[in-house]
């Protein structure tokens, strides 16, 4: 059933398809004067390769990276390893999922190497603006956390974000950004932070915010560690995905149970394409026409050049 939705990767073939189905894994070969039907071995292996990458992806604490995975399972390339993850990644959010509820943290932080002439604050640049929503449990813990990446730090953009996230009639804690006014009129209970405010009073401005900021910190710890921060901006939030997926699931005693989740969501989702993931897919092949009318080219049927000094050259020559 996993393989319905899974394509398979680069490279290996499949009764010509590039996708195992079930049909197709549960059907046996017609019966020949050998004996007995089999079932097809390419899609047993594939199978096989599929639940070892999905054991590896849900199993390990800090994730896989596409290199390791190559070298794990042994497979051809660094490509088809890369297709593989990000075909599980894409499908670990649930559509009908929960909202965030109870007191509910919400900031926002900049994902990406070190760029000069930006340090701090919402200025534009390479980086990526990433909006963090974060549980906070009383009297002391993290619950469920929601990361996605931001256009920018306006007002429509927060509330998208917060409305997407958050159900309504929690108590939503944040700075005083002022692109996070306004969220009383949306059925909030907002409670701003200032963090002037607290310098003034000789506090730290960042113990007012602490479940997003350590949601933050570990999130580009991981992305620094598993992946060595070789991430592309239009993948990032396949990334994200992949961390809150682990994040939220962190006080799971059973890996087991996280492997089974990981092949439900699998199920339930549409097949990914290789040519969705891409950024730059290229486009398909179409065969080429024979040509309408054969014959020589035009610039054989050019009337002879006027070449005067070979007549005169065969005049003396004779």
């Known amino acids: 059933m996993l393989a319905r939705h899974l394509q398979s990767a680069k490279g290996a073939t499949d009764c010509g398809t590039g996708l195992i189905s079930h049909a197709q894994f549960c059907r046996p070969k017609q019966e020949s004067a050998r004996g007995p039907a089999r079932p097809c071995t390419k899609l ?7 639940f ?10 800090d994730g896989v990276s596409a290199l390791s995975l ?9 490509q088809s390893a890369w297709a593989m993850l ?27 190497a070190q760029e000069p002439g930006l340090r701090g604050g919402r200025a534009k640049g390479k980086k990526v603006l990433t909006a963090i929503a974060v549980e906070v449990i009383e009297p002391r813990g993290f619950g469920r956390c929601r990361m996605a990446p931001v256009a920018d730090a306006s007002a429509a953009c927060l509330h998208a974000f917060v409305s997407d996230h958050v159900a309504s009639g929690a108590r939503v804690i944040t700075d005083g950004w002022a692109g996070y006014r306004g969220l009383d009129k949306l059925g909030y209970t907002h409670e701003p932070r200032s963090q002037r405010a607290a310098r003034a009073r000789g506090e730290d401005p960042g113990e007012l915010l602490p479940a ?7 999130a580009k710890r991981w992305l620094l560690g598993t992946h060595q921060g070789a991430i592309n901006d239009a993948h990032l939030p396949d990334y994200l995905d992949e961390f809150v997926f682990r994040f939220n699931r962190r006080r799971s005693r059973s890996r087991g149970l996280l492997f089974y989740r990981v092949l439900q969501l699998a199920v339930d989702h549409d097949p990914v394409r290789y040519r969705d993931l891409i950024a730059q897919p290229q486009p398909e092949q179409t065969p080429r026409k024979p040509p309408g009318v054969r014959g020589h080219p035009p610039t054989l049927e050019r009337p002879p050049a006027g070449r005067p000094w070979r007549a005169s050259d ?5």
Do not use: M
């Open 314 to 318: 065969e005049r003396y020559s004779g």
């Open 86 to 112: 990000h075909r599980l990644r894409a499908v670990l959010v649930r559509p009908d999922r929960e909202q965030l509820s109870g007191t509910v943290e919400v900031d926002e932080t900049f994902i990406g």
């Open 44 to 50: 047993l292996l594939q199978l096989t390769v599929w």
């Open 212 to 218: 997003v900021h350590r949601v933050a910190s570990l």
């Open 52 to 61: 070892n990458a999905c054991w590896l992806f849900a199993t390990s604490k």
């Open 70 to 78: 190559q070298r794990t399972l042994e497979i051809g390339s660094y």
